[in-house]
């Protein structure tokens, strides 16, 4: 009996002493391998295998934010990506699309990445035509050092399709529209209307969206000085005679209907607009020099009594 005892005392002491060894060499292994290993020795190698795998393990990717601003071209968003030294301009535009580019008629510029599989808003916007448009204009974090353009666009694209509510989406089918002439349209209207992000005021761009979309029902061009701007690449207070007859399809002085695709990417406000126009007996209207105020004309005589009034 005695002797029983005593084997079960000992076995319990040699278990504690095994735990306490593991622990020891868990504690002191590191110092172990250090002091026993000489430079090039298969310890030494070991150890700094051991420093590495740590290395690797508390390495955190640092982020980096950015802000893009509502109505800002894809030439804006790489700018100003190139500006905060994340990559040069032209690797966000192939990837996105470069402005004002038809892709059927270029053979030596590869075509802008697709998403129109996994993003269902895509699907009637013409292959030919880059992710102008659709680059979601927020605030965004991205891994400063690893992440590609790519990443940013599915980012901006996922931001997209939060926004675009089944709603918008059923109510745009209903009007016998597409997705891609709303965007379009908003497009315009956000370098049109002054539209206030922080108060949701966008009935200027609503009373706007209305003018436009009753001048493509009869037949009348446009005339956005947004189109010309976009085509020039130069914003003017007023825009000469000779812009307004520039040969290009975005030109919505000298085509009419809408342009072949957005001229900027618009925001959640602009794009409401679109979709929900105000009526209005209005069917001109200006924005006075150095202001944000929009007035506007039921007739032409009207307007050109504006233009003399308000413009220089």
């Known amino acids: 009996m005695i002797i029983r005892r005593l084997a079960r005392y000992f076995l319990i002491f040699a278990l504690c002493l095994l735990a306490t060894v593991l622990l020891l060499s868990l504690i002191f292994g590191r110092s172990l391998i250090r002091s026993l290993a000489g430079e090039n020795s298969f310890l030494s190698r070991l150890d700094n295998l051991l420093k590495q795998e740590e290395q690797v393990s508390t390495v955190l990717r640092p982020e980096k934010t950015v802000r893009f601003v509502e ?28 402005p004002q580019v038809d892709y059927s008629l270029e053979t030596d510029m590869p075509l802008p990445l697709d998403f129109s599989q996994q993003y269902n808003f895509l699907q009637d916007k013409p292959l030919s035509r880059g992710l102008e448009g659709y680059l979601y204009p927020d605030t965004y974090r991205i891994y400063a050092a690893s992440s590609t353009p790519a990443d940013l666009i599915v980012k ?28 379009t349209m908003a497009s315009i209207l ?75 990417n618009p925001g959640i406000l602009a794009i409401e607009a679109a979709i929900y126009p105000l009526s209005t007996n209005y069917n001109y209207f200006l924005t006075p020099s150095g202001s944000k105020e929009i007035i506007y004309a039921a007739t032409y005589e009207e307007h050109l009594r504006n233009k003399n009034k308000y413009l220089p």
Request: hydrophobic share 35%; glycine share 10%; charged share 20%.
């Open 156 to 183: 901006m694209l996922s931001n997209f399709d939060q926004k675009l509510t089944a709603q918008m989406r059923a109510d745009i089918k209903k009007q016998g529209k597409t997705i891609y002439e709303i965007v």
């Open 71 to 98: 109505g800002w071209t894809n030439r804006d968003m790489g700018q100003y990506l190139e500006g905060q030294g994340i990559w040069q301009s032209e690797e966000l535009l192939e990837s996105a699309g470069f």
């Open 190 to 264: 956000e370098k049109e209307a002054p539209i206030n992000y922080a108060s949701g005021d966008n009935r200027d761009a609503r009373i706007i969206a209305g003018i436009f979309w009753d001048r493509i029902k009869v037949g009348q061009a446009l005339q956005s000085c947004a189109s010309l701007a976009y085509i020039l690449g130069v914003n003017k207070s007023q825009y000469s005679a000779a812009d307004t007859q520039i040969e290009s399809p975005y030109n919505t002085y000298k085509y009419r209907g809408l342009p072949p695709g957005p001229i900027s």
